[in-house]
């Protein structure tokens, strides 16, 4: 019998399962998203796929993202990254938000009952520890130009002090300093997301929320 999947977002609600993370691949198929690689390492678990679909992200990231999974116990067949890392052999997808884009990838793998976890939707959209990326930095160190971005995606900010507690994420060393993070800009992530969701509803797909206190106008779930 085929498996539900199960996308893990990285928003507060994750926390409410990361002590089952182990666990969780004799239920479901997992897609882990975004920079939650480094937290995964930590405790030596995969999900069965892994998708980051913010291009600047990845470029930014591409050496330690390229290091991790060169060096762990992951299938790359199932690795989707918007911006190609050369040494790494992965799939290439379009760059839009992550959420969006795992919900894409449920799809194209054909599963007809679909978990969220850790996607609210909600950010505080410029942390006191980040700071404006300067003109210099966007585009002659990290080369964003590269990326053929809309100018309005290229909002960027970097980390520039230990976040002691991230309002935005389950575990509050999700952002590291140093790294580059694009303005979440909430209000168009949701409106993109729900479109999605529209479209996989009326295809006839399930989509179950296991955030109790989730504002996605979804079913909830409780299975824990």
Not at 168 to 179: K, S, T
Not at 190 to 197: E, Q, S, V
Request: proline letters at 4%; a positive charge.
């Amino acid at each position: 019998m085929k498996k539900d999947i199960l996308i893990i977002g990285n928003g507060p609600s994750t926390h409410l399962i990361s002590n089952k993370f182990p666990s969780l691949n004799k239920s479901f198929i997992t897609i882990g998203t975004s920079m939650a690689f480094r937290y995964y390492q930590k405790i030596s678990w995969w999900p069965d796929y892994y998708i980051l679909a913010d291009s600047k992200v990845v470029l930014a990231q591409q050496d330690e993202i390229k290091n991790t999974f060169l060096n762990n116990d992951f299938n790359l067949e199932n690795l989707y990254l918007s911006y190609k890392i050369s040494g790494l052999n992965h799939k290439v997808i379009n760059h839009s938000p992550t959420g969006y884009a795992a919900l894409e990838l449920c799809k194209n793998l054909e599963f007809k009952n679909i978990y969220l976890i850790g996607i609210e939707n909600t950010y505080v959209e410029v942390l006191n520890e980040a700071r404006k990326i300067s003109f210099y930095e966007k585009y002659f160190r990290l080369k964003i130009q590269n990326l053929n971005l809309p100018r309005k995606a290229n909002k960027l900010y970097k980390i520039t002090k230990t976040i002691e507690n991230n309002p935005n994420y389950f575990i509050n060393d999700y952002q590291q300093i140093g790294d580059i993070y694009s303005k979440p800009n909430s209000n168009s992530h949701k409106k993109t997301f729900d479109r999605k969701i529209k479209e996989l509803l009326d295809a006839q797909i399930n989509i179950f929320d296991l955030n109790p206190n989730s504002t996605l106008g979804l079913p909830i779930k409780n299975i824990f």
